[in-house]
């Protein structure tokens, strides 16, 4: 619900309330992010603000806009602290001009992707006559979390030049510590937490990509929250590229936290008219610790961010070829691991890397789509053919954003790739990235990827992709929102296709790529004994439902770890269940293991998925818990 009275705007939901004013001066204040509360409180959470002293720049009354707490600030003009718009040419300084309170969500402008659903809208317009800027800022309430975005459109004759925009921007009155997911290739999201000082704490990919090494998604939490108590924020941002996060707090004791695009290179310029639309942040809030928290953003993922046609709908238990094939495959071998696979219960087979091209190893073959005759005589459509006749699924792996030099595609067209001419060409995996900021390329895609769709019965894509990228800034940005119209113009016609989103397993795991795709390859560390932290930790931010989880050969491939079965399977079943390995190899016992396993996992699948999922505090640890209320059911592993 949003109201507004005497200027106060009044954001609440199930979850929270957030109130925000419209100050005398007609610039934005933070007034409130937590319990319930209404108009009427205003005054009472207001901040008293600290005087001017020294030499601080004071407006009328000797107050100056430093030491307030601001729902968005301008820069150069009182308020030092971080600001979260940069122009090239000047200070800023936005101020109210009116608001419309929309019942609906309202539609991007361009191509990023959005929360979607029922809920309501708050649109603030803001002008700064002198730098001829309007800012346009967004807050959308859902059942239990808040988007909010920013608009900026140059309302002057001749063109400017933006440096970094964010989406969200507050001060919190309050000490809080920053929790981040940090990591890297098979070790992602390795939970950090810092006190909140003085000193800024930034959370910042720089690769492209939203990347293994710093997830957007981050959590404020009061210093002795726990699990099950005390106050905790959840943010995140619904964007697949470079990202900023940043908390820092003032001698005043406020914590001012944003985020939004890197603005690592980023400079974006605007003609006279035109506009930059940021990603939405989203934003929510429990005072029943990370548990609370993390089921508010659960549940506000399962049911605003993965696409409607899958949203609460029970996910297949696949089985993968990659770690038990690897690219050395027959349609004969791929037969019998199929047969295999449905004997021991998976509804799924999925044909991963090596089915087209020259692609005898990671070195040719990415970009072409014509398939491997001598490994697939009968073509995909045969493979699929008879796997379908098995009574399962068939799903296909595709990388096709990238392209290697040995390849039909690259013989081509090399100006498709994005390289830079007078430097040395340099490789992730062998690979370069496809410019998708040109049309001609993103059509290719859409045209190969689509056919092979509409003619092979498949129901299941898997989507990789597997370097950093080559662009910076601005271009990085638009390589992320041709990526998007990619998947919107391929999957938005083909809704029955599930789709898993995979990058080098984790390096991209958000909100943007979920707008697409159910469910994300966690990480390709499949040892359980790394898997659980893993899991554990990305579970603070997203849901069950959209973790791969798989069953792999024991010793792991990565690891060397020798691990039971049971350990393996208990792990995998706390996300979307699925096996890697080759079945050849297993023992009359481990097929019987298998099959009771998945036969379990069949039974309470909606639980795994879709339950209420707690980090239960042990002394020795966590054990993991999901639960239904109709009919009630409660599952825990004790690790
Ligand atoms: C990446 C993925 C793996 C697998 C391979 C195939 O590493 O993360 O799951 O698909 O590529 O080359």
Not at 66 to 90: A, C, N, V
Not at 570 to 597: C, H, M, S, W
């Amino acid at each position: 619900m949003i109201q507004e009275k005497n200027n106060v705007f009044v954001l609440s939901n199930e979850q929270f309330s957030y109130l925000l004013r419209v100050t005398d001066e007609g610039r934005l204040e933070h007034l409130h992010f937590g319990g319930p509360a209404s108009a009427e409180d205003a005054d009472a959470l207001t901040c008293q603000y600290g005087l001017g002293w020294g030499g601080t720049v004071c407006e009328k009354g000797c107050q100056s806009p430093e030491t307030r707490p601001m729902e968005w600030s301008g820069s150069g003009r009182g308020d030092y602290r971080e600001t979260p718009l940069e122009r090239e040419d000047g200070s800023t300084d936005f101020r109210y001009i009116g608001y419309e309170i929309l019942s609906s969500v309202v539609p991007m402008q361009g191509e990023l992707p959005q929360a979607q659903g029922p809920a309501e809208t708050l649109q603030i317009r803001m002008e700064d006559t002198a730098a001829r800027l309007r800012l346009t800022l967004y807050w959308t309430v859902f059942d239990t979390a808040v988007t909010r975005r920013a608009v900026v459109t140059n309302i002057g004759e001749t063109p400017q030049v933006l440096r970094k925009c964010m989406s969200t921007c507050m001060d919190l009155n309050g000490v809080y510590e920053m929790t981040t997911l940090n990591g890297s290739w098979s070790a992602e999201a390795q939970r950090w937490t810092a006190p909140v000082g003085p000193s800024r704490l930034v959370n910042e990919s720089t690769v492209g990509f939203s990347s293994a090494q710093h997830n957007p998604g981050f959590m404020l939490s009061e210093p002795d929250a726990t699990e099950e108590a005390g106050r905790v924020f959840g943010f995140n941002l619904i964007y697949s590229g470079n990202h900023y996060a940043s908390a820092q707090r003032s001698f005043h004791g406020l914590t001012r936290v944003m985020q939004g695009i890197s603005p690592d290179h980023f400079r974006w310029a605007l003609a006279s008219g035109e506009s930059f639309e940021t990603p939405e942040a989203v934003m929510t809030f429990s005072a029943a610790g990370f548990n609370g928290m993390s089921k508010a953003m659960h549940r506000f993922i399962n049911e605003h961010i993965v696409p409607e046609a899958w949203r609460y709908r029970p996910r297949p238990v696949l089985y993968n070829s990659w770690e038990g094939c690897l690219f050395d495959f027959t349609q004969g071998r791929l037969m019998k691991l199929a047969r295999k696979a449905r004997d021991l219960g998976c509804e799924l087979f999925v044909l991963d890397d090596g089915w087209f091209g020259r692609r005898k190893d990671d070195t040719a073959g990415l970009g072409d789509y014509d398939v491997n005759k001598k490994k697939l005589p009968d073509g995909l459509e045969g493979l699929a053919r008879e796997v379908r006749k098995l009574g399962m699924d068939f799903g296909l792996w595709f990388e096709p954003e990238a392209v290697n030099e040995d390849s039909a595609l690259f013989e081509a067209h090399p100006d498709w790739a994005m390289t830079e001419p007078d430097r040395e060409t340099l490789y992730g995996r062998n690979e370069l990235l496809l410019d998708l900021t040109k049309e001609p390329v993103r059509d290719y895609i859409v045209e190969s990827v689509g056919h092979i769709l509409d003619t092979v019965p498949i129901s299941y894509v898997k989507w990789d992709m597997n370097r950093n990228s080559a662009a910076l800034g601005a271009k990085a940005h638009r390589y992320i929102l041709g990526l998007y119209d990619v998947l919107r113009r391929i999957f938005g016609p083909r809704p029955q296709v599930l789709l898993e989103s995979c990058s080098s397993g984790g390096n991209r795991f958000d909100l943007g790529m979920m707008c697409f795709s159910p469910q994300v390859w966690t990480s390709d560390d499949t040892d359980p004994v790394e898997r659980r932290r893993i899991q554990q930790d990305v579970s603070y931010l997203y849901p069950l439902s959209v973790m791969g989880a798989h069953v792999s050969a024991s010793p792991n491939v990565q690891t060397l770890r020798d691990t039971p079965l049971f350990t393996r399977g208990n792990t995998a079943f706390f996300g979307v269940l699925g096996y890697e390995l080759d079945l050849q190899d297993l023992l009359p016992t481990e097929e019987k293991e298998i099959r009771a396993q998945i036969e379990f996992y069949k039974t309470y699948r909606e639980v795994f998925q879709y339950g209420s999922f707690r980090r239960l505090k042990t002394v020795e640890g966590y054990a993991w818990q999901v639960s239904r209320t109709e009919p009630e059911c409660h599952i825990a592993a004790v690790f």
